[in-house]
């Protein structure tokens, strides 16, 4: 197709109806101007999904599976390949990089890991919440135990699923390099 003719649009919708999220930008931003809300829908096989985000005044999602609100929990994931230019430099820039592309693929294959990483992204924010009180004296030391003690184990679940998923990738590998 030609430029500017929508075909990353159309991928990043077939991207977002899978994994609830766009490769490209956050959800505010995927809005038309002087819109508040944006809608996407698709089929597979007899099934319908619907996702409507809206991002004002506040953002707020709404999920259906056959014309049925559902939670977005029981909207399970569908697996993706996704390869854009910027993938090129995974190796080459920093580790967030390579750390997102684990946690992008293995959530396509593991729903605990996913939930595992919502429930650190929600804990590291609480955590440093408090690290800003304690900075301005309106909180104490001792406060940090209780989300030390929640962060851990998830941490510890997150980075032995990784080092699996490492270690599955250069068993493989090298069976396929050594054949």
Do not use: C, M
Request: proline share 3%.
């Amino acid at each position: 197709g030609e430029n500017a003719a929508g075909k990353t649009n159309f991928l990043e919708s077939i991207y977002f109806l899978s994994r609830l999220k766009s490769f490209r930008a956050p959800d505010t931003l995927l809005v038309k101007n002087s819109e508040d809300f944006f809608r996407l829908r698709g089929q597979i096989g007899e099934s319908t999904f619907e996702i409507a985000v809206q991002t004002q005044p506040s953002v707020r999602r709404l999920y259906k599976i056959r014309d049925q609100k559902t939670k977005r929990g029981l909207w399970g994931s569908y697996s993706v390949v996704l390869f854009v230019p910027n993938d090129l430099n995974l190796f080459q820039l920093g580790p967030i990089l390579r750390r997102k592309f684990l946690d992008e693929t293995i959530s396509q294959i593991d729903l605990t890991y996913s939930a595992d990483l919502e429930s650190l992204d929600h804990i590291l924010k609480q955590k440093s919440a408090l690290l800003e009180q304690i900075y301005q004296n309106q909180a104490q030391n001792s406060e940090l135990e209780s989300w030390n003690l929640q962060l851990a184990p998830i941490a510890s679940r997150i980075t032995n699923k990784r080092q699996e998923f490492v270690t599955f990738i250069n068993n493989n590998l090298d069976n396929k390099i050594n054949s």
